[in-house]
Structures are given as structure tokens and as C-alpha cells.
């Protein structure tokens, strides 16, 4: 049974109050916050958010809401901000923390995400706040996803750096940021550093060699540079005899060595996430012969693997020259693959302990491309939770995805031009699927609306832990009015799922 939503808390009420005050002056927000209890502060914090989100980028955010936001949201005892979600793209957002952020004086992680970071009139606004944040001696953790624009000058990079010198600083994320030989020697004199992020920095292979031997407690660092990770050149140079603590490797295309030959000097390496583009580099024997080779190694347990472009019918032949890696794979992108169909993805299918599949733009055939079809697995996908499917959808491809796959937490699938029937959803009436915590679908109904939304009530009421269903705008043949009784069948029995 679908669960309920709880009954409105008193805190929750005088929340809302609050906010609703707040908003009508400017002036009141200080003195109001004043009368909010600390441990109340980041909840209101969120329903302001929720607010923020409905004005447009092209409408002006109003002082009272930024000013309520930021006081929130930001504090003396703030131990994390995340400038993550859409509301700080807004330049008044970003022009209010960077001076709210001086009363923080506990901060520990500090994240901006690219949707923040990529526009070149926040750049200045962001790395004001960076330099006040690295400043402090509480700090440990600080990932600016993409930093070309906001560490654009090597002298703005080395100052960061050597404002760190006095923290113990753990985790430091900051791909595209310039540096020069300054930046590198102040890099190293962070000797607390366990993660390391430095792609797309211009770096030579010395200085990552460098880093190895002088950032001694590293169990992360990723340096790609166009289609190579320079680490893997960095750690074949070093002696055999030196012991790195890398736990997790990048690797930006097949490597082009035995990984077995770098086992002595990588003993804790447990993480391996690959990339291949088959435009790039093709197919051959020698790409085969490493991929085969990462299930050889004893320390490694997990491989994360990122393919685009490539056929699936030689997966199948692939598939098992890999025996010992396939155990280890956990995660699967597939990007613009060709020849789709549940035979090609069955050996993928076999794969014991996959938890994530993503297939992106794919060239879905069907049945009259094989002289004689294949028997599949009985038991597809036995330990898949996440499923990110967009592109054509078939009706066979339909069914070995989602019959019986039991364990999955997330389903996305935008196929806004394929039609399908109705009678497919019944999968996940006929074996509930008690994890399912988020099933967002884009399609075309082939026949009845009128049906389709009767089969999502019911997934609805057999999922005990769903939480979001959507995007109802893609439902294609579907009524609105339809759609809208679900959601008031939703209200009317209390239900704590949101629809959108």
C-alpha cells in the first residue's frame, strides 16, 4: 500500500507563517529570523526555496524572498553549502551569500555544480566566496564542478591554494582550474589532501608524478587531459617498488597497458570507472585483452563502465572473453549504441551485480534482423535498481526491461515518440515493485488513456515507497482531465506521492 503523508507539524505551520510575514517586507526578515528557532532554520530555508523556484529567470527576485533565503540558509554554524540547485543562478542570490558567507566560521564542504558555475557574469560572485572559504580552518571539502571561468587566472588558482595552507583540507575538486609551477608547489604542501580532481588543468605527466609521490594519503586523482587520464602514465613511470593509496581510477579510454602490470604499485586500487568511445578508438584485440584484464586483479571489486558507439552484436561475442570482469561490473552507460534489441542486450542482462543502467539515443531493431532468435536469460538484470532509458522504445524491449526486473529504485524513460500499449504497465501491478521510489515515463498511449492512467493508480497503491511520478506533460493520447483525477485521487486519499 502506497504510504500516506503525515499530518502538518505545528513547526511545519508556523513555518509557513513565518515565510509568508517575512515576504511582505524586506525590513521584517532580520527581526523575524530572530524568533525561529536554530534547528527550524533549514527547513524554512527549503520552503523559501520552493518559493524562489516560481519566478523565471526573466522576473526580478524579490529582495524580501533572496534576503529570507540567504539568512535561512546561511549561518554561523553552517557546516555545508551547496550551490547546487537552480535559485543560485540568480545573481542577487549569489551577490547576498558572498557577504552572509563571512559570519560562517564552522564551514566544512563547500560545492558549486556547473548550472551555477558555467555562466562567465557569476564567475567573479563565486570566486569571492572561494576565497573566504578557503580561508577557514574548519574546511575539508570544497568541489567547484567546473572551474575554467571561476579560476581562470593562475594567480587567483595559487591564491586559493595558499589560502588552504592552513586547513586540513581532505577533499579538493576544482577541474579547469589554470595553474602554473606556483600552483603545483602549493598543491603539494597540502599534505592532508585524499582526493584530488585537477581534469582539463593543463598538467604535465612530471607534475603528476609529483603529486603522487608528495600527496602521499591520495586514495583519488583524476587528471584527464583530452582522451587520457595522466595519472596512469604517472604511476607506470614510478618505481615498482612505491605503494600509492589510490583506491579509484579514471580512465578516459581503454588502457592501452595491462592494468596487472600496475597492481604492485596500486594495492588498495577496489574502483575502476572506464570509458570507451568506439568512434575514437575502435575495436580491437588489444582493447579486448585490458578489458579482460581488470577482472584480474584481486583488490579491484568495483568497474563502472561508459561506452558509446558501439555494436551491440559484438557484445555478444565479447561478452564472454570478460568472465572475471563482467562479475565486477556495477554500472553501465551505453550512449548511441547500434543494433538494440533484448538479444543483443542479454549478455548485459546476465550481469550479476548491476545496479545502474543508462541507454542514451540507441538504433533499436527488431525481431526480422535475426535468422533465428536466441533463448534469453530467465532471470534479466537481478540486482538493477536504476534504469535511465531515452530514445526509441519497443514493445519486446519494453518487456525485457521492466518484466521482471524486481529490485529497481528509479525508473526514467523519455521515449516522447514511441507507442505503447497500455497492458505493458501491468508488469509492475502484476509483481509490485516494493523499492520503487521514482518512475518518471514520456511516451505515446497506443489505444486507451483511459486505461493507462487506471494502471498508474494502481502502481501507485501496490508501491509502498514511491515518492515521484511524472513527467505527466509527456504523456502522449492521454487526457489532461484524466491526468488531473489522478492527482485528486492522490489528495483525496492523503497520499505521499507527488505527481507532476
Not at 263 to 291: C, F, M
Not at 322 to 335: F, H, P, Q, R, V
Not at 365 to 394: A, H, R
Request: hydrophobic share 40%; aromatic share 4%.
Amino acid at each position: 500500500m502506497a504510504r500516506r503523508k503525515q499530518s502538518p507539524t505545528l513547526r511545519g505551520l508556523c513555518i509557513k507563517a513565518v515565510e509568508k510575514l517575512a515576504l511582505r517586507s524586506a525590513e521584517m526578515t532580520t527581526e523575524l529570523l530572530k524568533l525561529v528557532p536554530a534547528n527550524c532554520l533549514d527547513l524554512l530555508g527549503l520552503e523559501v526555496q520552493r518559493s524562489m523556484a516560481t519566478f523565471s529567470r526573466n522576473t526580478s527576485m524579490p529582495s524580501s524572498l533572496t534576503n529570507l533565503f540567504i539568512e535561512s540558509s546561511v549561518n554561523s554554524w553552517s557546516k555545508e553549502i551547496n550551490l547546487t540547485e537552480d535559485v543560485y543562478t540568480d545573481i542577487s542570490v549569489l551577490t547576498s551569500l558572498q557577504l552572509r558567507i563571512r559570519i560562517c566560521e564552522k564551514l566544512e564542504v563547500f560545492r558549486a555544480s556547473r548550472n551555477v558555475t558555467s555562466q562567465s557574469d557569476r564567475a567573479n560572485n563565486i570566486l569571492q566566496i572561494l576565497k573566504h572559504v578557503s580561508n577557514l580552518q574548519s574546511i575539508r571539502s570544497i568541489h567547484i564542478e567546473d572551474a575554467h571561468l571561476v579560476l581562470s587566472d593562475s594567480e587567483d588558482s595559487l591564491e586559493v591554494l595558499e589560502l588552504l595552507q592552513k586547513s586540513s583540507i581532505r577533499e579538493l575538486r576544482i577541474p579547469g582550474a589554470v595553474l602554473n609551477d606556483q600552483s603545483i608547489e602549493a598543491l603539494l604542501r597540502l599534505k592532508q589532501l585524499r582526493c584530488l580532481n585537477l581534469d582539463n588543468s593543463k598538467t604535465s605527466t612530471l607534475q603528476v608524478v609529483q603529486i603522487l609521490s608528495g600527496l602521499t594519503r591520495l586514495v583519488d586523482l583524476s587528471v584527464i587531459w583530452g582522451r587520457t587520464n595522466r595519472v596512469l602514465p604517472a604511476v607506470s613511470s614510478l618505481p615498482s617498488s612505491i605503494k600509492l593509496n589510490i583506491n579509484t581510477l579514471l580512465l578516459r579510454q581503454p588502457p592501452g597497458l595491462q592494468l596487472e602490470e600496475l597492481q604492485s604499485r596500486l594495492p588498495a586500487l577496489h574502483h575502476v570507472h572506464l570509458v570507451w568511445n568506439v568512434h575514437e578508438v575502435g575495436y580491437s584485440t588489444k582493447i579486448d585483452e585490458s578489458l579482460a584484464s581488470l577482472g584480474n586483479i584481486p583488490s579491484i571489486k568495483q568497474i563502472s563502465v561508459e561506452i558509446s558507439t558501439i555494436n551491440l552484436l559484438y557484445v555478444i561475442q565479447l561478452m564472454p572473453k570478460l568472465s572475471s570482469t563482467a562479475i565486477k561490473i556495477t554500472s553501465l552507460e551505453l550512449t548511441e549504441v547500434e543494433f538494440l534489441h533484448p538479444a543483443s542486450l542479454d549478455p548485459i542482462a546476465t550481469l550479476p551485480n548491476l545496479k545502474s543502467l543508462s541507454i542514451i539515443n540507441p538504433g533499436v531493431i527488431g525481431d526480422d534482423m535475426f535468422f533465428e532468435l536466441p533463448e534469453l536469460t530467465d532471470n534479466p538484470f537481478p540486482s538493477l535498481q536504476t534504469i535511465v532509458y531515452e530514445g526509441e522504445m519497443s514493445s519486446v524491449l519494453f518487456t525485457f526491461l521492466f518484466e521482471k526486473t524486481y529490485q529497481l529504485e528509479s525508473i526514467q524513460v523519455r521515449s516522447p515518440t514511441s507507442v505503447l500499449e497500455p497492458e505493458l504497465f501491468n508488469y509492475f501491478i502484476v509483481e509490485p515493485r516494493k523499492k520503487l521510489e521514482s518512475f518518471k515515463i514520456e511516451l505515446v498511449v497506443e489505444s486507451s488513456g483511459e486505461l493507462f492512467i487506471s494502471i498508474l493508480e494502481q502502481i501507485i497503491l501496490l508501491s509502498p515507497n514511491l515518492r515521484t511520478l511524472g513527467n505527466v506533460n509527456g504523456f502522449g493520447n492521454v487526457s489532461p482531465v484524466k491526468i488531473e483525477e489522478l492527482k485528486r485521487i492522490v489528495r483525496e486519499q492523503n497520499l505521499d506521492v507527488e505527481i507532476y
